[in-house]
């Protein structure tokens, strides 16, 4: 079991920065990867950025790309979403997930994975 808790959230004005982070405890010793998500009222969860155990492999929707960066601290069993350049429709919920494993080439399917926070909101003002 790994229990992941996200923090960092907060409201910001567009064109702002905020770096998320997801703390995992539990079995961290085990590999594992992951994901954030995001979930915006009245829309469906979708794939936010993935990385790897290595850290050798990240992936980010379109929507991100250029703007946010992910990270990890093994050694923190921390995970860190930097998010620059903020638009008011990044404004969401957002979620850390892991699953156990070194690398994943369904990172951006959130049933993929086994484990994740309740979560943290954002929220960019125009």
């Known amino acids: 079991q790994v229990q992941l808790v996200e923090s960092g959230g907060g409201l910001v004005q567009a064109g702002g920065s905020l770096r998320l982070s997801c703390a995992a405890s539990?079995?961290?010793?085990?590999?594992?990867?992951v994901g954030w998500f995001r979930q915006a009222p009245g829309k469906e969860r979708e794939f936010v950025a993935y990385?790897?155990?290595?850290?050798?492999?990240?992936y980010y929707a379109d929507s991100v790309k250029g703007r946010f960066t992910i990270s990890r601290d093994n050694a923190k069993t921390t995970v860190y979403l930097q998010m620059n350049s903020l638009k008011p429709e990044d404004t969401a919920l957002y979620y850390c997930?892991?699953?156990?494993?070194?690398?994943?080439?369904?990172?951006?399917?959130?049933?993929?994975?086994?484990?994740w926070g309740q979560g943290t909101q954002v929220t960019v003002s125009s």
């Open positions: 997930a892991a699953k156990s494993g070194r690398f994943n080439t369904n990172y951006y399917v959130a049933a993929e994975y086994e484990y």
């Open positions: 990385i790897s155990w290595s850290a050798f492999s990240t």
């Open positions: 539990g079995r961290t010793f085990s590999p594992y990867i």
